[in-house]
């Protein structure tokens, strides 16, 4: 992106069928137990990155995981890769702590993630 910076992939939420058997699986891999734990969603945080663990999709509906590329500014972000062709999923909304989220879909169907933390 030539008008806003990507930061790079930092968060990669996964939905799963089973939250405790993904949780166990994630604990292991990762190294680290959940800093988020609930029953609607599980957060670790490990090497700079955030691993979400989604029952069921949660309201995105996810089937695939979602990688979020986080960008300094989100509105430039989503304009830019508009432009080039992909196609606005879900537009720009705060997910909480003034942390914005927006999905968007390639030319080829692949499911992208943009996030600005303010």
């Known amino acids: ?9 930092k968060t ?11 949780k166990a699986v ?8 959940p800093q988020q734990d609930g029953p ?6 490990a090497g700079g990155q ?9 309201p995105q509906g996810l089937t695939v995981p979602l990688a979020y590329w986080h960008v300094t ?8 890769v508009t432009a080039a062709g992909a196609v606005v999923k879900e537009p720009v ?4 702590g003034g942390r914005l989220v ?6 080829d169907g692949n499911l992208l993630g943009l996030l600005q933390d303010r």
């Open 1 to 9: 992106m030539s008008g806003s910076a990507t930061l790079g992939i």
């Open 12 to 22: 990669v939420l996964h939905p799963v069928s089973d939250l405790a058997a993904a």
């Open 26 to 33: 994630y604990t292991a891999l990762l190294g680290v137990p």
């Open 40 to 45: 609607y969603y599980v957060g670790f945080e």
């Open 50 to 58: 955030h691993i979400g663990l989604i029952p069921d999709g949660g």
């Open 73 to 80: 500014d989100i509105q430039a972000g989503l304009a830019e």
């Open 93 to 96: 909304h705060d997910v909480g």
């Open 102 to 107: 927006a999905t968007l879909v390639d030319p």
